[in-house]
């Protein structure tokens, strides 16, 4: 009764409990692997640079037309957002609604009613390979959009910005710049095109690089201070992102994650690398996973729950059912597919990691309320 009673308390503040022992769970918590986008991060993605291989900004794209024509395709063609007739971006996850605000509904509605801007072939973004494709046969190209380091892995040339021909490029200056945003804490998106047939699951060897995309995604300030409430009740808190090191250590800083020179972060392929005791030595000093796999998930969960762990776990998307079904409490995100609200014991109406911070406190005056009527 009493379980029942605080499931309308916390609606009110954000928290839809599927399952009502979740809420007890959920006051017992020890550890909790939250996701970054939207839930520690508002969600909210914006271009803020557009830079080609050489490390150069470039302002206006209209002045380099061959660029801005290969640009459009990319993510006009090669995106699961689009806009919709208000002309709002609707559809796709954050990543690709920031860059098709950033492509504009001008060209957008021009390239829909163009007949040479038909897709053939497509594959969507996936945690596993980290980028999209999609195949224009009118235009007998390919186009990806995906993570930096996987096409920098088989790109050798560039677009050349001012006449639309192809150079050689320097992976370390692509590198410097990356880190550098990362730094700021943005994370860079990679745009590329190819000539050769499509391939699925596999980035063609003759891709140029057309440029860069530097996105931001600020802290939300409240999450700084639910982050900190969280860790101060004895809740060790680990944000798993798909970002790459240098842009979720930036981030964690910003959100109040690492503060100390002990606090351990971690890749996906450090953490494929390690065996189980090795992660679980670790475990108590880890604060970030980047570059995280949805596999990792499901292994990290297990482990610490091997060490006789209450574990939390976050989730939005498909991919992450498994992690969400495995935790002992399953947060799936309000934003997030159905499998991951199957999944879960408690959305997160609003993304925010505030609720979840008021999901625990819940969690124990509740069991604190069942102590005292006992």
Known sequence: LVLMQNTSRMLA???????????ETAGSLNILFSDKTGTITGGQLEVVDFFTADGRVLGALTEHPVLHEKL????????????????????GNPTDQAVMRFLGVQAYRAMQENEADRVGKRQTFNSTNKFSQAELPARGVVVYKGAPE???ARAQY???????GVVPFDPRVVNEKINAYAERAMRVLAFGYSAQPFHKSE?????????????????????????????AAGVQVVMVTGDRRETAVAIARDAGLLRSDSDLVLTSSDLA??????????????RVIARALPTDKSRIVRLSQQMNLVVGMTGDGVNDSPALRRADVGFAMGSGTEAAHDAGDIVILDDNFRSIKDAILYGRTIYNNILKFC
Do not use: C, H, W
Request: charged share 30%; hydrophobic share 45%; aromatic share 2%.
């Open 13 to 23: 503040r954000g928290g839809l409990v599927r399952r009502a022992v979740g809420i």
């Open 72 to 91: 459009k395709l990319a993510i006009g063609m090669n995106s699961a957002a689009m806009y919709d007739e208000a002309g709002t971006v609707v559809g």
């Open 150 to 152: 996987a096409l920098l």
């Open 158 to 164: 560039a677009l050349r910005e001012d006449d639309g």
């Open 203 to 231: 980035i063609n060897e003759d891709v140029v690089l057309i440029g860069f995309a530097a996105i931001r995604d600020d802290v939300r300030p409240e999450a700084r201070e639910a982050i900190t409430e969280v860790q």
């Open 273 to 286: 690398q390690m065996r189980d005791d090795e992660v679980q030595r670790v475990l108590p000093q880890l």
